[in-house]
């Protein structure tokens, strides 16, 4: 006979059809509602808001509306993605990031938190299959690990990266819960959630402060388009569509069109922060000594400002901390104040009109333009870097002169439009620019990656947030610049957050521990204060090194093995071998361009894609192919480097890792 079903589950599983039934109708009724306003800007604000709404009330029926069950003492509450209520405005599901909902990823039985019964849900394809119960008041109920937490984690992965509402764990759910007015630096080492975290903050920051942040905007900040691509699905998941996932190179390169690349050399040299002085000279070299007094003539007057009073004003002007472009605004009414306070002593009643008009005056304009003339940031950059003695003034006892000649392009541009620009440069321009006009301050930014940047790249970043807060994540393991920190302190006050508090994510939930113990004989060499992550998996994953004498072919038969199996699989090569291996295998590789997807197969039969070793970096898939090794270190432009390279590399696996080589494996990973 059939095993009778189980009523607990036939009971869950009516509850979500009519949570979804709920949702329905909440989408119904925002659909009906009425867009017309008082006015044409009014109406297209109300749609735009209605617009978003309806995507939100939007319900796939592959993901479940709610994960998770609390049952306190005389409540119960459904644990989701979003809130859902039904027609009397009950709720039916609350938001993972409502303040009950804390009790779902922090109680404990040692501490409670009011919940006498947390279940967890098992689902496939938006279908509940499976419950899993903890009586967190019942002190005789043995401890033990979830299988359904497990099974989530462990799950295969094809496609783009997913939200981890289900399986925030306490010490995740800490900083995702941080005040709105906190900048958190996560350090994490592979597989610990740091990006994951870092959203799932965004996210929570949004829904508690909405307003706030609406108002000021949030930014993601990624390393390149391919990982950007690849988390790009998260927020929305979640509900939050506005946010913008810039690269640095986006976030900056609007002034000048980026086309050129720096030698290592130079490229660390203009990230370095003495950059910010010479930049603040070049802007201000224009600033002149008052020579002769500014005289107005008005009627049958002549009034006149005498040279020393002239002085007197550009000194207190140039003492004061504000931004070029301001004080240059502010000269003009200033010299218009000389002006009329001399009228009033001789009788004459102007009143503020007559101060604008007088600071709008010929002679004032051009009074300011001699003191304190116009400057155009893209112009100050391309000037030091074409002219050797515009950049010796600025750099004097600032840069040497050998750094000095390293710093100039090999032929002075003739123009902004051709200039070979690089990123740095670009970082140089955005600098300039504010220090002429300050760049508006959002109210929080998501920096991922963060290890890489240069002290300028973390300037342009801390501006965007600099009366906000932001979180800023990364490994210092995983830095693979020549720039990289070694220190987050340091890394921080180059960000303008000196203040910030650095949370350490130790616990492994994605990298198996046959491969991190693997990757982690890298650590000593590579980032001696780093410790490996502790793996918690059951699962200890799969970690096969393939010697061979011919890579291709052995490739081919490694990637063929692993198809067998469920999930995704990437295969990593030097960039320098990157179309030789794509052509063996058939297959397309992740590219640097926008609308490239990464690590995302354009069709859910094609699992596998073509790594670069230079776009690894946060991404990852069930299984991974690492091709040579020792290409791989080679292909940076120091061993230091190349052996960060290869960690970042050899912790993209969730499941298993192959190692293809022919050439013997680094010595450091070999013994």
Partial sequence: ???????????????????????????????????????????????????????????????????????LDAERYYVGRRHVHDDAGDPVVIDWRAD???????????????????????????????????????????????????????????????????TIQPEQDVIVRADVTET????????????????????????????????????????NSAFLSYI????????????????????????????????????VLKGDPRMATVLSRAVHAGLVPPTEPLVLPRGSHRWRVPTHELREVVAELTARDVRYGAARAMLAQRLAHKLLTKMEAAGESPDDRTQDAVARSMPVRKAVDRLWPAVDPVRVVMALLSDPAVLARAADGVLDPDEQAMLLWPKPARGPKSAPWTLADAVLVDEAADLVEREPSLGHVVLDEAQDLSPMQLRAVGRRCSTGSATVLGDIAQGTTPWATDDWAESLRHLGKPAAHIEVLRRGYRVPAAVIEFAARLLPFIAAGIEAPEPVRENLGRLDLVPTGDVVTAVTAEVRRVLAEPGSVGVVVADADIEGVGRALGVGHVVLGRDDVAGVPDQPDQRVTLVPASLAKGLEYDHVVVVEPAAIVAGEP?????????????????????????????????A
Wanted: with cysteine; hydrophobic share 45%; charged share 25%.
């Fill in 100 to 166: 009950v909902s804390t009790a779902f990823y922090r109680a404990t039985r040692t501490e409670p938190m009011g919940v006498k019964l947390r279940r967890r849900f098992g689902f496939e394809r938006g279908a509940i299959t499976a419950y899993e119960d903890e009586h967190l008041q019942d002190r005789t109920e043995a401890e033990r690990r979830s299988a359904i937490l497990a099974d989530e984690i462990e799950r295969p992965r094809v496609g783009p990266m997913r939200d981890i509402v289900a």
């Fill in 232 to 267: 790009s699905a998260v927020l929305p998941a979640l509900g939050e569509v506005d946010v913008r996932q810039v690269t640095l190179e986006e976030m900056v390169g609007h002034r000048v069109e980026v086309r050129a690349v720096d030698p290592a050399p130079v490229a």
């Fill in 1 to 71: 006979m059939p095993a009778s079903p189980d009523p607990t589950l036939a009971a869950e599983r009516d509850y979500l059809a009519a949570a979804r039934a709920d949702l329905l109708a909440m989408r119904a009724a925002t659909l009906a509602l009425d867009a017309r306003g008082g006015d044409a800007v009014s109406e297209a604000y109300l749609a735009a808001s209605l617009h978003r709404r309806v995507l939100a009330l939007t319900d796939d029926p592959e993901t479940p509306l709610f994960f998770g069950r609390l049952d």
């Fill in 638 to 670: 120091s061993e230091f480097q190349g052996l960060r390279r290869l960690y970042v590399v050899l912790t993209r696996a969730v499941s298993g890792l192959s190692v293809v080589h022919a050439q013997p494996l680094p010595e450091v990973l070999a």
């Fill in 184 to 223: 958190l630096c996560v350090q994490g080492a592979p597989g610990t959630g740091k990006t994951a975290v870092g959203l799932h903050r965004a996210a929570y920051l949004l829904y508690t402060h909405r307003d706030r942040l609406r108002r000021g905007g949030v930014l993601v900040v990624g390393p």
